[in-house]
């Protein structure tokens, strides 16, 4: 099921950057919805914006901005790309989904998780040490064990986190990556059920 709905988000996006050439603004789990056919589909599009645009504005929530969208603390005087921001927010969903929780903790919580400041400079220094790190901090926090998530699904991840937006991949590069290529295209009846114990579905039209 995770599998299905991170490819459906990710086709999602595609549709809207390459066909109606514009950036959701505000990618997380809480701006998605399934229709009764069982396909997943983004809501709100209240912060959308040119896909191909350099703005200076905020945009999105903050859990899932990355570093180089300007938060509350820091003005709105830098140019950045839409397209890139949408990467990193396109990878703390999918982070999400993977382990029902967002991806860093907030200042001043104690636990061991990453904060995201401290995940982007650890990760500027050395990607594999960080890398590890990371998620055997997720997997102790969340009682989850490696076997749970592949290597496929994990350096995806990561790959969208990366703090330098131009090392980013690209969202044809997200599709055609073995993970996602290897979900599901259609709601098998195993994906259903699993739907039904989880949310409650809109009736089908009559």
Same mark, same amino acid.
């Given at each position: 099921?995770?599998?299905?709905?991170?490819?459906?988000? !990710?086709?999602? @996006? #595609?549709?809207?950057?390459?066909?109606?050439?514009?950036?959701? =603004?505000?990618?997380? +789990? &809480?701006? %998605?919805?399934?229709?009764?056919?069982?396909?997943?589909?983004?809501?709100?599009?209240?912060?959308?914006?040119? !896909?191909?645009? @350099? #703005?200076?504005?905020?945009?999105?929530?903050?859990?899932?901005? =990355?570093?180089?969208? +300007? &938060?509350? %603390?820091?003005?709105?005087?830098?140019?950045?790309?839409?397209?890139?921001?949408?990467?990193?927010?396109?990878?703390?969903?999918?982070?999400?989904?993977?382990?029902?929780?967002?991806?860093?903790?907030?200042?001043?919580?104690?636990?061991?998780?990453?904060?995201?400041?401290?995940?982007?400079?650890?990760?500027?220094?050395?990607?594999?040490?960080?890398?590890?790190?990371?998620?055997?901090?997720?997997?102790?926090?969340?009682?989850?064990?490696?076997?749970?998530?592949?290597?496929?699904?994990?350096?995806?991840?990561?790959?969208?986190?990366?703090?330098?937006?131009?090392?980013?991949?690209?969202?044809?590069?997200?599709?055609?990556?073995?993970?996602?290529?290897?979900?599901?295209?259609?709601?098998?009846?195993?994906?259903?059920?699993?739907?039904?114990?989880?949310?409650?579905?809109?009736?089908?039209?009559?």
């Amino acid at each position: 099921l995770q599998k299905y709905l991170c490819r459906q988000i !990710v086709e999602a @996006l #595609i549709y809207l950057h390459q066909v109606d050439k514009i950036a959701h =603004g505000d990618v997380k +789990p &809480d701006n %998605t919805m399934i229709t009764h056919d069982y396909r997943l589909v983004l809501i709100d599009f209240g912060h959308s914006e040119k !896909v191909k645009q @350099l #703005i200076k504005h905020r945009i999105g929530t903050p859990a899932y901005r =990355g570093p180089e969208v +300007p &938060d509350e %603390t820091r003005d709105e005087n830098e140019y950045y790309a839409v397209e890139r921001a949408e990467l990193y927010a396109l990878g703390c969903t999918l982070f999400t989904i993977m382990f029902q929780n967002i991806p860093f903790k907030n200042e001043g919580e104690k636990d061991k998780r990453f904060t995201a400041k401290a995940f982007h400079d650890a990760y500027k220094i050395n990607l594999a040490d960080t890398y590890q790190q990371f998620y055997q901090t997720h997997y102790t926090y969340f009682n989850q064990t490696e076997e749970v998530h592949s290597h496929d699904e994990l350096s995806l991840v990561m790959s969208l986190l990366h703090p330098n937006p131009i090392l980013r991949p690209r969202l044809n590069e997200v599709y055609s990556h073995p993970w996602i290529q290897s979900a599901s295209e259609v709601p098998t009846q195993k994906i259903i059920e699993e739907m039904k114990d989880l949310i409650k579905l809109p009736s089908p039209p009559e």
